[in-house]
């Protein structure tokens, strides 16, 4: 238990489809991420936010589109996604964004059909 | 470019001792981590280096050459739980973290 809980925990979807994933952390922490891994790949920074309000986006396709509404609380809205986007997509959390420690979540595995 | 490298897979006996690299290529330096994650489960902190030398923790230690951009994880005692990946993260003058790809560690009896 690391105190970051993702649902769902797999997720199948078409290419037509939208979904969402969901991040909750318990830790009081300011910043979250979002995280792409593929297999024998290095993780792949996707989004990051403090206090609410995102402070990087790594050139991510469109599809992808994150929500904070809280500080406790990150969501990845996907839609009409393509095959190689299947991955394991892990939310993670620090005390800031110039991070010591981060904190992960088991992450939502994701099929793309 | 900036980049971390570390073997792909390594394999040990239950008992022995493995130590697994990891060389960097970074826009400057403000620390090395170690993460360790088992398959289907949440990747969790093992060590952080920031001064050049070894810090122990258990069974596991770290040690940081950063003149030598040069790194390694040192388990000892190989226990049956230590089956994982180990991933090592540098985090670079803009307080960006860099990740390897990863060391999936085989332990076997």
């Known amino acids: 238990e690391t105190g970051v809980t993702q649902t769902p925990r797999h997720l199948v979807m078409g290419m037509t489809n939208k979904k969402s994933l969901k991040c909750e952390q318990h830790?009081?922490?300011?910043?979250m991420y979002w995280y792409k891994q593929s297999a024998k790949k290095p993780l792949e920074l996707m989004f990051v936010?403090?206090?609410?309000?995102?402070?990087e986006n790594n050139s991510v396709p469109s599809r992808f589109s994150p929500e904070c509404p809280n500080s406790s609380h990150l969501f990845l809205h996907l839609h009409t996604l393509q095959p190689e986007d299947s991955a394991l997509y892990l939310c993670?959390?620090?005390?800031?964004?110039?991070?010591?420690?981060?904190?992960f979540g088991e992450g939502s595995r994701l099929t793309v059909l | 470019g900036q980049n971390i490298d570390q073997p792909t897979e390594m394999t040990a006996t239950e008992g022995a001792i493995v130590q697994i690299n990891c060389t960097y290529q970074?826009?400057?330096?403000?620390?090395l981590f170690w993460y360790q994650q088992h398959a289907g489960e949440a990747p969790t902190f093992l060590s952080y280096?920031?001064l050049d030398g070894l810090e122990e923790k258990g069974r596991f230690s770290s040690f940081l050459s950063r003149s030598k951009g040069y790194s390694y994880l040192l388990l000892k005692e190989l226990q049956m739980k230590d089956s994982a990946s180990y991933l090592c993260?540098?985090?670079?003058?803009?307080?960006?973290?860099?990740w390897g790809a990863g060391t999936k560690l085989i332990i076997k009896p």
């Open positions: 993670a959390s620090s005390q800031d964004t110039e991070p010591g420690e981060l904190f």
């Open positions: 993260a540098v985090r670079d003058s803009n307080y960006q973290l860099i």
């Open positions: 970074t826009s400057g330096f403000n620390g």
């Open positions: 280096n920031v």
């Open positions: 830790l009081g922490h300011n910043a």
């Open positions: 936010y403090s206090l609410e309000e995102r402070v």
